[in-house]
């Protein structure tokens, strides 16, 4: 029977494998010939360079060659012969404070313990040299260059180091090498290297290397590695970096320079440069933000920051729409978005400034020389995201899953009243201003994920086939006559009215009183500001609306 390294190696000892002091890193002598007589201890050789053989005791020939790993068990004499170019390291092994007893007992520091032995280990002549295998081959060399030049530490913590980094190095031998482990298929190789980055995120990680462990081309490693979690190789790896980054900001004093080394990036500027591009904020700032209040101006995502827990220090109003009264602001004073060059009263300036995509239109990026800001990328129907992102900025990132539960379980609740009381019942959303009549989707838009998704009400087939792939569309009176929903939620804009009550003359038109809602008696009048919002507070007023109408 031909046994395998992990067999040479008991497994109840692995834990207390040791490379011995003195590891060589060698180079044949000018007489292209090197003995090792009898040892005590496993030895292995890394070849780096050159070619060679390893005549053993057994008058076998082993050839070596760069990249090869000879595994030579205690007790053989080998000759290594090659050329004036052949290079390897030369690790001696042992097993840390366990002496041989008998043939089948082991004295660990006074206890003795059984152990059975594999016979071909009573002969030590009888025993082969192995050949093993190390992918990728430059992780290896890496880590061994670092082991060896760990041998001049004095300080026994460096002294330990050095160890752990061997034990990994050797670790990862093994279970490479082990026939008990079945070969993975690809995505459980990927996985493999995801849990790499993870628990060696603080150390040197190339895509070649990541692709090489799992024995795929760097472009096959690419594509399917980004199937899998979605972002490319480095952005992954920085992502985990960047995500350790913040508990250290969060929970010490740490300077920023040695957060940065903690954490795997090379200098203090690169991290912060990363940083603010995973975050939208400083380093510094994000700090400042979890360690106190911040006076915070965020137009149109104040129902977020309230929902956090943060009282802004002023509310967005528009001249036509007005304020979000639903947020029951009344002590905060008002900002009107619509005054274009309107500035902050002295009482008023924020520390920080939070916009959504909407800055443009309201030329609020001028206010960047007032205060650090913070621009949100997520769009409006990932709600989550939004809020996610502004409590990790501001703080409250330990608010956030009691904020989203609470919806949750209401959300869940409402779902199932709602079944019993508008079974095969047919729902449709619109706006109406002086100008236009707009029929919501039943996808996307301030009111598409609530009624047909987390409240799970039928939409209008016509709301299906108009509007399907649309946050909104613009309908005519002869659609109109179409949309034979069995209720009807309707919210009027009078930002297009010249005067007071314009938009609502399509109430007195035919074609409006001959739909089926209008005659039944289902059509429900919502609050402007709080349907044509994405915010969590918004969201739960309108489950509230709609439990009130037909539930």
Same mark, same amino acid.
């Given at each position: 029977m031909c046994p395998t390294i992990v067999q040479l190696i008991p497994k109840p000892w692995l834990c207390m494998l040791q490379y011995m002091k003195y590891m060589d890193y060698s180079q044949v002598d000018i007489a292209n010939r090197q003995t090792y007589n009898k040892t005590s201890s496993h030895a292995l050789f890394v070849v780096t360079g050159?070619? %060679?053989?390893?005549?053993?005791?057994?008058?076998?020939? *082993? &050839?070596?060659?760069?990249?090869?790993?000879?595994f030579v068990p205690a007790g053989r004499t080998i000759v290594i012969e090659g050329s004036s170019e052949l290079q390897y390291y030369r690790l001696e092994l042992m097993v840390a404070e366990v002496k041989e007893d008998t043939a089948s007992r082991l004295s660990i520091t006074g206890e003795t313990v059984q152990q059975e032995l594999p016979l071909f280990? !009573?002969?030590?002549?009888?025993?082969?040299?192995?050949?093993?295998?190390?992918?990728?081959?430059? !992780? $290896?060399?890496?880590?061994?260059?670092?082991? $060896?030049?760990?041998?001049?530490?004095?300080?026994?913590?460096?002294?330990?180091?050095?160890?752990?980094?061997?034990?990994?190095?050797?670790?990862?031998?093994?279970?490479?090498?082990?026939? @008990?482990?079945?070969?993975?298929? @690809? &995505? =459980?190789r990927l996985q493999s290297s995801i849990r790499y980055i993870r628990d060696h995120y603080d150390q040197?990680?190339?895509?070649?290397?990541?692709?090489? @462990?799992?024995?795929?081309?760097?472009s096959s490693y690419t594509r399917q590695f980004k199937g899998i979690t979605g972002k490319l190789p480095?952005?992954?790896?920085?992502?985990?970096?960047?995500?350790?980054?913040?508990?250290?900001?969060?929970?010490?004093?740490?300077?920023?320079?040695?957060?940065?080394?903690?954490?795997?990036?090379?200098?203090?500027?690169?991290? %912060? &440069?990363?940083?603010?591009?995973? *975050?939208?904020?400083?380093?510094?700032?994000?700090?400042?933000?979890?360690?106190?209040?911040?006076?915070?101006? =965020?137009?149109y995502l104040e129902d977020f920051v309230l929902a956090l827990g943060i009282k802004p220090i002023l509310q967005t109003s528009h001249s036509s729409w007005g304020r979000q009264q639903y947020l029951g602001l009344e002590d905060v004073p008002e900002f009107d978005v619509t005054q274009l060059d309107v500035g902050f009263n002295e009482?008023?300036?924020?520390?920080?400034?939070?916009?959504?995509?909407?800055?443009?239109?309201?030329?609020?990026? &001028?206010?960047?020389?007032?205060?650090?800001?913070?621009?949100?990328?997520?769009?409006?129907?990932?709600w989550r995201s939004i809020l996610k992102s502004i409590a990790d900025v501001l703080g409250k990132g330990n608010r956030v899953q009691d904020v989203i539960g609470a919806y949750e379980d209401k959300a869940v609740e409402a779902k199932g009243q709602l079944a019993r009381h508008a079974r095969a019942q047919t729902v449709?959303?619109?706006?109406?201003? =002086?100008?236009?009549?707009?029929?919501?989707?039943?996808?996307y838009g301030y009111v598409a994920p609530v009624l047909y998704q987390d409240l799970g009400l039928t939409p209008h087939f016509r709301v299906q086939q108009w509007a399907s792939q649309s946050r909104r569309i613009s309908i005519g009176l002869e659609q109109l006559c179409q949309l034979e929903a069995d209720h009807l939620f309707i919210t009027f804009d009078n930002m297009d009215s010249a005067y007071p009550g314009e938009e609502r003359k399509?109430?007195?038109?035919?074609?409006?009183?001959?739909?089926?809602?209008?005659?039944?008696?289902?059509?429900?009048?919502?609050?402007?500001? *709080?349907?044509?919002?994405y915010g969590v507070i918004s969201h739960g007023k309108k489950i509230d609306d709609i439990l009130r109408f037909i539930g």
């Open positions: 050159g070619h %060679g053989l390893i005549d053993s005791s057994d008058n076998s020939h *082993t &050839r070596l060659e760069k990249g090869m790993i000879m280990m !009573s002969d030590p002549d009888r025993l082969p040299l192995i050949e093993l295998n190390y992918s990728p081959m430059s !992780s $290896c060399l890496k880590s061994l260059e670092q082991i $060896c030049r760990g041998q001049t530490a004095y300080d026994w913590l460096d002294q330990w180091e050095i160890q752990l980094r061997f034990q990994d190095w050797f670790r990862v031998l093994l279970r490479q090498n082990d026939p @008990e482990i079945e070969s993975p298929d @690809e &995505r =459980a040197p990680i190339t895509v070649d290397d990541l692709a090489a @462990e799992v024995r795929l081309t760097r480095l952005d992954y790896v920085n992502a985990v970096r960047l995500e350790h980054s913040k508990l250290l900001l969060q929970l010490t004093d740490d300077r920023l320079h040695d957060i940065a080394q903690n954490v795997g990036f090379n200098n203090e500027y690169y991290f %912060g &440069r990363r940083f603010k591009q995973y *975050t939208g904020v400083s380093p510094g700032l994000y700090r400042r933000h979890h360690r106190q209040e911040v006076r915070v101006f =965020a137009p009482m008023n300036v924020p520390e920080f400034i939070m916009l959504n995509n909407g800055y443009q239109r309201w030329n609020l990026e &001028r206010f960047e020389q007032v205060a650090p800001t913070f621009y949100m990328e997520h769009q409006g129907e990932d449709a959303f619109l706006r109406i201003s =002086a100008s236009e009549i707009i029929l919501y989707g039943d996808q399509l109430l007195e038109r035919d074609e409006w009183r001959r739909l089926p809602a209008v005659k039944s008696g289902h059509v429900y009048e919502v609050d402007f500001m *709080t349907w044509m919002n």
